[in-house]
């Protein structure tokens, strides 16, 4: 499961721009024949207070479609980069060459519906597709960082 947020600045109730982050916070939940919003990862071996193996972030950009209204569509993209790091188990076998951690580009289109509340609530339900680059190493691929994932929103603030 990743876990992240937006910071943001709204114009005009439409389009918004801030930054944007993502950190994976739960490896149980995934199975090594790629569980949803997992894209494949399976990991029992981080120790206590090891860091998130993948972690991306960058500016976002988006538009509301129909603010004013109780419906709301959003679409943004997320365009940045991130990190992967390899596990304790993929580590301990490694060659003389490997790094331990993989650096890569992201572009990340997001769609959701949005439920306004009040002025200052909304929740959002969606989809968005992360796509990579440059990662290839002996332990992870583009493949298995990039793939679909549900999205759930709740948004604060003058809306």
């Known amino acids: 499961m990743l876990v992240g947020g ?3 600045w709204v114009a005009d109730h439409r389009l918004i721009l801030g930054f944007g982050g993502y950190a994976a916070m739960d ?5 090594s ?3 949803f919003g997992c894209n494949g990862w399976h990991d029992r071996h981080r120790g206590p207070g090891e ?3 993948l972690a991306y972030g960058g500016l976002v950009l988006g538009f509301n479609a129909m603010p004013r209204r109780a419906v ?3 679409g943004g993209i997320l365009v940045g980069g ?9 580590w301990a ?5 490997w790094r331990r951690e993989e650096y890569f580009w992201t572009l990340e289109p997001q769609a959701m519906l949005l439920l306004k509340f009040s002025r200052f609530l909304q929740v959002g339900i969606g989809g968005s597709y992360r796509f990579v680059s440059g990662v290839e190493s002996r332990w992870t691929s583009r493949a298995r960082l ?3 994932a549900g999205l759930l929103s709740i948004r604060l603030g003058l809306l």
Do not use: I, N
């Open 27 to 31: 490896w149980e939940g995934c199975v």
């Open 6 to 8: 937006t910071l943001a």
């Open 33 to 35: 024949s790629g569980g």
């Open 93 to 97: 076998g490694a060659a003389a060459d």
């Open 51 to 53: 860091e998130p193996r």
């Open 72 to 74: 709301d569509f959003y």
């Open 146 to 148: 990039q793939g679909a």
């Open 82 to 90: 991130g990190c992967v790091r390899a596990s304790e188990e993929e």
